[in-house]
């Protein structure tokens, strides 16, 4: 049998002491050794930026509606969300609000919100009048038809993305149904500011969305206990 081979080391700290534990081990075992992951590379990090809307070509937002009474009707400002694309670990989505969109006052009571895949939001009608909602965006067509005060109907959004709500009766109305399927998202504020918290680190597909602008889609590494920055125009 042959003779293993003799190890010198001179202990002058308690990682030493360490490596010659771990190294005397395998090779009596005869199982490899492998550094052991540090606490850094499964730390979370942080998305965070500024997204900026750009005022030339904005004739739909400044579009105005008349009602049956004659009263002029401005079109809702659909605040911009950010979210991360495809499925990623670290957690399970909630909606950013109640699972009800209901129609008052000729408006819908939640101008955005975002769910997970699955998901069942109801669309009550709380006016004196007959509203007509829908939808003809690609993650969920949908078309409620005409339906009268105390009456409510509910839409499951079973595929991610971004859908665009609408009345057909009455044309200002507007609200926006995001479907995600991962937690990782964030509405941006009225200044423009957005922040996402424990992000996996990793490499990231980041979605910058807006009810009447193109979607922007910046990649991003983000690395444990980090933050990255992503700024956007739309």
């Known amino acids: 049998m042959s003779e293993r081979p003799r190890i010198s080391l001179t ?24 550094p052991v992951a540090t606490a850094a590379q ?12 750009k005022t030339e070509g904005t004739t739909r937002t400044a579009e105005r509606y008349v009602d049956d009474a004659g009263v002029p009707q401005d079109i809702p400002r659909v605040p911009v969300v950010v979210r991360l694309e495809n499925p990623t670990p ?3 989505a909630k909606a950013s609000g109640p699972l009800e969109i209901a129609q008052r006052g000729r408006a819908f009571s939640q ?43 509910a839409v499951v959004f079973d595929k991610p993305g971004y859908v665009k709500v609408m009345c057909e009766v009455h044309k200002w109305m507007r609200t926006a149904v995001v479907v995600v399927d991962n937690p990782f998202y964030a509405v ?18 980041v979605v910058v969305e807006h009810f009447d602008r193109r979607t922007v889609v910046v990649d991003v590494d983000v690395t444990p206990g980090g933050t990255a920055r992503v700024d956007a125009s739309l």
């Open 188 to 205: 941006v504020t009225d200044d423009g500011r957005f922040r996402i918290e424990g992000v996996p680190p990793g490499h990231h597909r």
């Open 111 to 153: 101008l955005l919100l975002v769910v997970p895949v699955g998901t069942s939001v109801e669309f009550p009608n709380g006016d004196p009048l007959f509203h007509n909602v829908f939808s003809y965006s690609k993650p969920k067509r949908f078309d409620l038809g005409r339906y009268k005060r105390g009456e409510s109907k």
């Open 90 to 92: 670290g957690g399970t």
């Open 42 to 53: 499964g730390r979370a990090g942080v998305i965070e930026g500024q997204i900026t809307l």
């Open 11 to 34: 202990l002058r700290s308690p990682i030493a002491t360490l490596l010659l534990c771990l190294v005397t081990s395998s090779m009596h075992s005869g199982t490899p050794w492998r």
